[in-house]
């Protein structure tokens, strides 16, 4: 457990066996369907549109991207050898490069993690348990063992309405 969607993933877990336990179910989305048909829809490459519409690409389009990426890192390694001598600017491109295949990498693991939280959360009602059965201290502990931020576990009514627990509790914290 790495990035935070992933740890965010670990936490809406355990939050569902409780939802589980708790027979918190809900019958799926109408839209449910379409929408995980979107997020895994294929769509033109990444080089085209605003920066708003290469932000929600869908996971097809994020492995084009990710083999795009390779590619041309690999290519400006190639080219960067075949000079010979440490060309400042090649070694920039060849950075510049390697960060583009490492942002591709981590959007499309981000991708993939909401992609199966949003499968496994179909039938389950995650909001009734994390409001009226988790004891809120455990959350804000976990957020800060974690150090992933509070407003991606609850929106701001949830945070105003759990202030208390926020104020009073430490990364430390025990049940």
Not at 15 to 43: E, G, W, Y
Not at 67 to 76: H, P, R, S, V
């Amino acid at each position: 457990v790495d990035t935070p969607a992933e740890k965010l993933l670990s936490y809406n877990r355990a939050n569902r066996a409780v939802a589980i336990l708790c027979n918190h179910q809900r019958a799926p989305p109408k839209t449910f369907d379409q929408s995980m048909a979107n997020l895994q829809a294929k769509v033109s490459p990444v080089s085209q549109g605003s920066r708003a519409h290469r932000r929600r690409l869908p996971i097809v389009a994020r492995k084009e991207q990710l083999g795009l990426a390779k590619t041309e890192f690999k290519q400006a390694k190639k080219e960067a050898k075949a000079k010979g001598g440490p060309d400042p600017k090649q070694q920039t491109l060849v950075e510049r490069k390697k960060k583009a295949v490492e942002r591709s990498e981590e959007q499309l693991l981000k991708m993939e993690v909401q992609a199966t939280d949003r499968e496994e959360n179909k039938q389950i009602s995650l909001g009734t348990s994390k409001l009226n059965y988790l004891d809120p201290r455990i959350s804000v502990a976990w957020s800060k063992n974690m150090e992933v931020q509070l407003d991606k576990i609850y929106n701001k009514t949830q945070r105003d309405k759990f202030a208390w627990a926020i104020d009073m509790t430490e990364a430390d914290f025990v049940f």
